[in-house]
Every structure is written in C-alpha cells, then in structure tokens.
C-alpha cells in the first residue's frame, strides 16, 4: 500500500511540475501554452491554458495573462470603433480580394446588421453579408461576424478573417 501512496504522490508532482514549467514558459517568454485548447474570442484568436491564456493578436505579438488577471485585448474607446460602413466596405474589399470567383463591387450587396447569434451576443459584433445581386436571385455569398473594434471576426465555417489585411 505504501509503494501505491508514493506512486501516486510522485505522479501529482510530475503533473504539478509540468503545469508550472509550461505556465513559466508561457508567462515569461509571452508565448503559447503547451497544454492548451485554442479558440477564437471576439476575432482573436486565443490559446487558453490551465493557469495562462495567451491572446495571439497578430503574427508577430501575443500577450500572456494569467487566468485570474483582468485583462481586455480591445481598448474599446469610440476612437477604435469602425462605423458600419466602413466594415461594409473593408469587407467587400476582403472578399474581392480572398475569393477566386468574385466579379466586381457593382454586382454585390453589402447588408449589416447588429442582430447577432444568441451565442455570440455581448462579444460586440456585427454580422456582414455579402450578396450577389446581379445573378437575378440575390445569393449570399459570404458572411462574417466582425468585431467593430478590432475589424476582425470569422465567417459561417469559421475561418479567422481580418478585414485589416
């Protein structure tokens, strides 16, 4: 019984050595968690680790944080916001741009709307949906859920899209 007691108290400190070697690699050198569970928050795409989450804003910056910090990757001032317009058109540039078949501005629509998913409520998006109206049916061609601070969201497959680039 004793050898099964010691067995399992070094199994717990190797799990607990672990978890403190890959939350000190993260935290310290602002990197991504080995243990983790990768998703997309608000357009940013997120590795969320045990103890640390680590928000990777581009390709080049990312940001660590402790689970209990407060912390916010958006500075949500007015100054940061994208009008509706401005999403409708960068998005119709982005689908111009990133689709093989698109024809040109003139034979879209590009309809907004602040009514999003129930899943995705208090995440401040919005939902573009582009349309091909010039096909006699007014097929939807493509819609993405922006982030009106950021510019950056998802499509209906989930694809991370950033209306920036």
Do not use: C
């Amino acid at each position: 019984m004793k050898k099964f007691v010691k067995v399992i108290v070094s199994i717990l400190i190797i799990i607990v050595l672990v978890i403190a070697v890959d939350t000190m690699q993260a935290k310290l050198l602002n990197n991504s968690p080995i243990i983790k569970k990768s998703t997309v928050i608000d357009g940013v795409n997120v590795d969320r680790g045990i103890l640390v989450d680590t928000y990777i804003l581009n390709d080049s910056e990312k940001v660590s944080v402790f689970k209990w910090e407060d912390y916010n990757v958006f500075d949500t001032t007015a100054d940061n916001t994208y009008t509706n317009d401005e999403l409708k058109e960068m998005a119709l540039d982005y689908f111009l741009n990133n689709t093989e078949y698109a024809l040109s501005k003139e034979d879209y629509n590009v309809g907004v709307s602040e009514e999003v998913p129930e899943i995705y409520e208090g995440q401040n998006l919005v939902v573009i949906e582009i349309r091909h109206i010039n096909n006699g049916n007014n097929t939807l061609d493509a819609r993405y859920y922006i982030n009106k601070d950021t510019a950056k969201g998802f499509d209906d497959m989930e694809n991370s899209i950033d209306l920036n680039n």
